[in-house]
């Protein structure tokens, strides 16, 4: 299957033209693969969205994107990347993906929310791709649901991105909607 084209940045694109490119995006059925052969890739997402070989960064962009696509969350909350043949564990320190680029559409219950992750996916904040904040008021930990079980972290630039747009609307509790959902911008219990 060959890899569609990356998209590096957001701001050329309309909403429609994302929401056509996410749908557009096709994915191995790993859900559907329960190969017997199994270990462990010797790999590891880093808290930044580095992917690491035996302890060296991968550098190849399309290699990891390659790998985001077999990639599945387990339901003891482990990853292993899937093919039919293997099941391998990987390791992953916070979110397998970080969602690095928004761009928004509209306002108040009108708007909408596209995210570019660093592995080039993107995603549509809606009911199936919830915004959650984690952590704490002095250290809020902002993810976006992405697929399977998976989050992005939304990045510190983004996520400030998202706070000054719901400052501005003034909502309360702060807050932004996107595709009919409000997403509240504080941490939840």
């Known amino acids: 299957m060959p890899m569609p084209?990356?998209?590096?940045?957001?701001?050329?694109?309309?909403l429609a033209d994302i929401a056509r490119m996410a749908?557009?995006?096709?994915?191995?059925?790993?859900?559907?693969?329960?190969?017997?052969?199994?270990?462990?890739?010797?790999?590891?997402?880093a808290r930044d969205g580095t992917w690491f070989h035996d302890g060296a960064p991968i550098r190849r962009e399309?290699?990891?994107?390659?790998?985001?696509?077999?990639?599945?969350?387990?339901?003891?909350?482990?990853?292993?990347?899937?093919?039919?043949?293997?099941?391998?564990?990987?390791?992953?320190d916070d979110a397998p993906f970080i969602a690095v680029e928004v761009k928004s559409d509209g306002t108040g219950n009108a708007r909408q929310l596209a995210f570019r992750l660093n592995t080039?996916?993107?995603?549509?904040?809606?009911?199936?791709?919830?915004?959650?904040?984690?952590?704490?008021?002095?250290?809020?930990r902002p993810y976006l649901g992405v697929r399977g079980g998976m989050e992005a972290r939304i990045n510190r630039?983004?996520?400030?991105?998202?706070?000054?747009?719901?400052?501005?609307?003034g909502a309360d509790p702060p807050g932004l909607w996107s595709s009919g959902m409000f997403f509240a911008l504080s941490p939840t219990p």
């Open 157 to 169: 630039a983004v996520y400030y991105e998202l706070a000054t747009m719901a400052i501005d609307e």
């Open 5 to 14: 084209d990356l998209v590096t940045d957001l701001s050329p694109l309309s």
């Open 62 to 92: 399309t290699m990891v994107r390659l790998f985001s696509t077999i990639l599945r969350r387990e339901a003891d909350d482990s990853h292993v990347l899937v093919t039919p043949a293997e099941k391998l564990v990987i390791d992953v």
């Open 23 to 45: 749908a557009d995006q096709r994915l191995p059925p790993v859900a559907s693969w329960n190969p017997e052969q199994t270990g462990h890739s010797r790999m590891r997402i």
């Open 120 to 140: 080039g996916d993107l995603v549509l904040a809606s009911a199936h791709h919830l915004v959650r904040i984690a952590g704490s008021e002095n250290n809020p």
